[in-house]
């Protein structure tokens, strides 16, 4: 099962580093997000994918470690609220500008 999530950390990486190196501002947003996900994903992965009951005190068997688990769940409101401040921003930024395209709103024209 690790490696079926290594590929799909990796296809989620590439994915958002190729979204990330366009011009347009959503998409780099949107790579962003997937960068985000993969990075949830590789804590997961790294923590354990196994089977066990909760760490309860007087259950006997084999444990999981909350740790990994805890540690996604505030990177997943972090990065929601850094999405959130992203999308204010580019819609902010097409509004007074009229455009999402980096390169024109730098100021250079490009090959266009």
Request: overall charge positive; aromatic content about 8%.
């Amino acid at each position: 099962m690790e490696i079926v999530m290594a590929i799909v950390i990796g296809i989620l990486f590439m994915t958002a580093t190729y979204l990330m190196l366009s011009k347009s501002l959503l998409r780099i947003i949107v790579g962003t997000g997937l960068l985000s996900h993969g990075a949830h994903l590789l804590i997961l992965t790294m923590g354990g994918l196994k089977r066990g009951a909760a760490p309860l005190l007087g259950e006997q068997g084999p444990y999981t470690d909350p740790l990994p688990q805890a540690l996604i769940l505030t990177a997943i409101v972090i990065s929601f609220g850094v999405t959130a401040f992203f999308l204010v921003l580019a819609y902010r930024a097409y509004k007074e500008l009229g455009t999402d395209n980096i390169e024109k709103m730098r100021g250079n024209r490009g090959n266009e």
